[in-house]
């Protein structure tokens, strides 16, 4: 009962973070100069016609009014549709439209559903490897603070947090894609164009995965109650994989669900440089486009997962220890 009322708790915490999140985005994408409806309708369309669309899209309504409008849409699943992209799919200007107002353009719902899933698969292996690494290269550092391994994990991450993602992407692309032909890189045919970007996004997050790990363990492991368990005659492998890792997973999993949201939200240079069809090249396109609806729906479907992913870890959390709850 009491976990019961932590998650609905947090669950109603989620839902006032998403809805101030929604606002400030759909405002603040509504005072930027330029008139949207003009990127429906195309630059040449008579002001008469403009005028006429934007009324039928309520555009001229009160801010608050369209934005109850627009909420309401969300609550049905309707996150609007673009001002660009015609549902044949193309990327073309207003002008293409033969009905600008509704018909003829893409859904945005449609638009992030197809470009999530590869967003998502792209960050679940990219933590995957990172976490691979960093257990590898953290737990015999916090085991061995000050020694050979607690030098290599620092050296390893010091390298690693020093390289930029943009320029280690190209030096992958040119070393083993072309040079060694090891790899796809560019656009996405099937799983095997995952691993260049995943590699790219997994550097980046290695140094703060094994870092909290190494730390964490060496502190836990100067605790009483380790030393107690060792006078007790359990074996140090129990002691290690039963006590000061299931201490120690805390700040580590409350980290991965800090980095976990942060690759989905922040994979834009990533997916750019690959030509990768997940969400960050999906919202480079719609900025340049300046396509309002389609923005407004990927930052919304960002902070969605971004809580949701905060909720799980933080649930997970307050099992492992209760104490979390107070």
Known sequence: MQHLYYLSKRLGQGVIIILVVSFLIFTLLRVMSGDPVRLIVGGMAPDHVVEEVAEQLGLRDP??????????????????????????????????????????????????????????????????????????????????????????????????????????????????????????AIGYRNFHYTWLPAIVLAVEIIPFITRTLSVSIAEIMTKPFIAAASARGIGRKRIIYGHALRNASIPVLNLLGIQLSTLIGGVLVVEFIFDYPGLGLLTIQAVLQRDFPLIQGIAIMTAVIFVCINIVVDFIAVLIDPRLDH
């Open 63 to 184: 801010m608050l009014i369209q934005y109850g409008r627009y909420l309401k849409g969300l609550l049905q699943g309707d996150m609007g549709q673009s001002f660009i992209r015609p549902k044949s799919g193309a990327t073309m200007g207003g002008a293409a439209f033969d009905d600008p107002t509704r018909s003829e353009r893409a859904e945005v719902a449609g638009l992030i559903a197809s470009a999530l899933p590869f967003t998502l698969q792209l960050a679940g292996l990219a933590l995957l490897l990172a976490l691979v690494v960093s257990l590898l290269l953290g737990i015999p550092a916090g085991l061995n603070p000050g020694k050979w391994q607690d030098k290599l994990a620092f050296f390893t991450g010091s390298t690693f947090v020093s390289l930029p993602n943009f320029w280690l992407g190209i030096v992958l692309i040119l070393v083993l894609s072309i040079q060694l032909n090891l790899m796809p």
